[in-house]
């Protein structure tokens, strides 16, 4: 309580100190992703950015909030392509195949792995954390995907009449058996190159079935 008073203060009577926004965010990220949810704190976070915890309660209002924001911004760094609204059919081959990439690249990364081992080993955890990051992170790239979808179809550019279930199917073709491979520890082939080929071929597929 006494902290959080003092993050009311700060935030009141001194502007933020933005060279600390980075620190604090790649530290939150790094902990996050190779500890877990279960083990994140804003006293961890702290320790790690080498700042105090008031300088983050004067940021974040609580641990959940700081946690929502490297899931959303994790999710927006996947969806960057898709920023762009297609104005050609070459507009969405490129940007379906940059996303694609950009999606594998995180999910088959050891970051990722880390990240998922340790969200499936904690019993302790509050269901609500774990369904506010399955809302920032996998539920916002799908919504993200079908609303680019949807532009597309109302351009005359791609057939997507049902626009969810299309970006459900684009993002289960990508990930194939790639990730349940990965998840069972079973090799996979994860270079830039093969994901890049496999990307190319998933996307040329789903143009197949889907051009106006």
Same mark, same amino acid.
């Given at each position: 309580?006494?902290?959080?008073?003092?993050?009311?203060?700060?935030?009141? +009577?001194?502007?933020?100190?933005?060279?600390?926004?980075?620190?604090?965010?790649?530290?939150?990220?790094?902990?996050?992703?190779?500890?877990?949810?279960?083990?994140?704190?804003?006293?961890?976070?702290?320790?790690?950015?080498?700042?105090?915890?008031?300088?983050?309660?004067?940021?974040?209002?609580?641990?959940?909030?700081?946690? /929502?924001?490297?899931?959303?911004?994790?999710?927006?760094?996947?969806?960057?392509?898709?920023?762009?609204?297609?104005?050609?059919?070459? /507009?969405?081959?490129?940007?379906?195949?940059?996303?694609?990439?950009?999606?594998?690249?995180?999910?088959?990364?050891?970051?990722?792995?880390?990240?998922?081992?340790?969200?499936? *080993?904690?019993?302790?955890?509050?269901? /609500?954390?774990?369904?506010?990051?399955?809302?920032?992170?996998?539920?916002?790239?799908?919504?993200?995907?079908?609303?680019?979808?949807?532009?597309?179809?109302?351009?005359?550019?791609?057939?997507? *009449?049902?626009?969810?279930?299309?970006?459900?199917?684009?993002? +289960?073709?990508?990930?194939?058996?790639?990730?349940?491979?990965?998840?069972?520890?079973?090799?996979?082939?994860? /270079?830039?190159?093969?994901?890049?080929?496999?990307?190319?071929?998933?996307?040329?597929?789903?143009?197949?079935?889907?051009?106006?």
């Amino acid at each position: 309580m006494v902290e959080k008073e003092m993050a009311k203060h700060e935030r009141v +009577g001194r502007p933020l100190d933005h060279s600390k926004d980075k620190a604090i965010f790649t530290a939150a990220h790094e902990l996050l992703f190779s500890k877990g949810p279960a083990e994140f704190s804003i006293e961890a976070v702290a320790r790690l950015a080498k700042v105090s915890k008031v300088t983050i309660y004067s940021r974040y209002t609580n641990r959940e909030a700081l946690i /929502d924001a490297v899931i959303s911004q994790q999710a927006k760094r996947m969806a960057e392509s898709l920023s762009i609204e297609p104005a050609s059919l070459i /507009d969405v081959r490129s940007a379906l195949t940059d996303f694609g990439v950009s999606l594998l690249s995180f999910l088959l990364s050891q970051e990722y792995q880390d990240f998922m081992r340790a969200l499936s *080993s904690t019993s302790g955890l509050s269901v /609500d954390v774990v369904q506010n990051i399955y809302r920032s992170g996998p539920q916002c790239t799908t919504n993200k995907l079908a609303d680019w979808m949807s532009h597309a179809h109302q351009r005359g550019l791609l057939n997507l *009449s049902e626009p969810e279930k299309c970006a459900e199917l684009l993002l +289960g073709m990508l990930m194939g058996l790639n990730v349940v491979r990965v998840m069972y520890g079973e090799p996979c082939q994860r /270079d830039r190159h093969n994901i890049e080929n496999h990307v190319s071929w998933v996307i040329n597929t789903f143009l197949k079935l889907y051009e106006s």
